[in-house]
């Protein structure tokens, strides 16, 4: 039965002064990749709590969770405050709909997200799953330093593992950056300079897109899709476009 569970933060990982990712030791039910959790922490008799998604592909030995800290934020100025040994509060059960079992069949998934929101794509990623069903894979991320390119590790063994078949794209909005496209996702989709950048092109045909973050960021890229052709996938009614807001 779902229910609040004893995690132990276990290792942290600092990325800069406002981005880290903790890894958590807590007895969870089976979760697919791109599913989100709760975390909390009690105060008094009040628990706080949030959504985030898990980071590593299902199976790993501990739960990985990436986070920004917000400085006005309720909670994650506490959750940025935690060390390894400290305890917090996890929800058992995984949930969402971000999952590679929800898309219909493709050639090319495109997988768009902003600051924290890579996360659950290189859960995606890193099970392997995606580059069974998809030829081609591309990950995007935007954000506003150069410095808040984290993960480059991982992102680096994916392309010396799976070379020409998956495609990293950073973008920086606030910053030139070496290899980052500057500015944001939408403009670049609608003036083709994402899709240059990649040599593949939207077409409703081949095309699976992701998209996760910030929801101006969504909407808008949801809208620049729409316009070259690509439909939202519901349930109902199968389409290429998927997404999730993380506020
Ligand atoms: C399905 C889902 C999954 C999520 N997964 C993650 C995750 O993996 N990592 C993560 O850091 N957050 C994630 N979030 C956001 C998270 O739940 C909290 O909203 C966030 O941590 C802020 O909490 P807070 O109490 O400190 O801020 P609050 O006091 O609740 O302030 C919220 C405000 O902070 C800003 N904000 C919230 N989240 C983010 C973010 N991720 N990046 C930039 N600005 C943000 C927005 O302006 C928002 O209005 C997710 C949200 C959803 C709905
Ligand atoms: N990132 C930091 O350096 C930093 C540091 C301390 C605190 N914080 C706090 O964290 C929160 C924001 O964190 P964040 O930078 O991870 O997330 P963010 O504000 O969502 O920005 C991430 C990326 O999304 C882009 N973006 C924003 N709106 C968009 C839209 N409508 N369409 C397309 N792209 C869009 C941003 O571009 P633009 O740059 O053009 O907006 C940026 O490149 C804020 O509360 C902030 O106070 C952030």
Redesign the pocket.
């Known amino acids: 039965m779902a229910a609040w569970v004893e995690g132990r933060v276990i290792e942290r990982i600092e990325w800069t002064p406002t981005l880290f990712s903790l890894r958590v030791a807590a007895d969870l039910a089976p979760y697919k990749a791109g599913q989100?959790t709760k975390l909390a922490l009690q105060r008094g008799d009040q628990r706080?709590q949030?959504?985030?998604?898990f980071?590593n592909p299902p199976g790993t030995p501990y739960h990985e969770?990436?986070?920004?800290?917000?400085p006005?934020?309720?909670?994650?100025?506490s959750?940025g405050a935690l060390q390894p040994g400290d305890e917090l509060l996890v929800y058992s059960q995984g949930t969402?709909f971000l999952t590679l079992d929800e898309l219909p069949a493709g050639r090319d998934l495109w997988l768009l997200s902003?600051?924290?929101?890579i996360?659950?794509f290189l859960a995606m990623l890193a099970d392997g799953e995606a580059f069974e069903r998809f030829e081609n894979l591309v990950l995007v991320h935007g954000v506003r330093k150069g410095e808040e390119l984290s993960y480059q590790g991982l992102i680096t063994s994916l392309v010396d593992q799976y070379g020409p078949r998956f495609h990293y794209v950073p973008f920086v909005s606030r910053e030139e950056w070496p290899d980052a496209i500057s500015g944001r996702i939408p403009a670049a989709i609608s003036d083709g300079r994402l899709q240059a950048r990649v040599g593949l092109e939207f077409a409703a045909e081949h095309s699976q897109v992701m998209i996760c973050?910030?929801p101006a960021m969504v909407k808008e890229t949801q809208q620049a899709l729409l316009a070259l052709g690509l439909a939202k996938n519901l349930r109902r009614t199968p389409g290429n476009v998927s997404a999730?807001?993380?506020?």
């Open positions: 989100f706080v949030r959504a985030y998604s980071v969770f990436y986070l920004v800290e917000i006005d934020g309720e909670l994650t100025p959750l969402g902003t600051g924290t929101a996360g659950p973050g910030n999730e807001n993380y506020w």
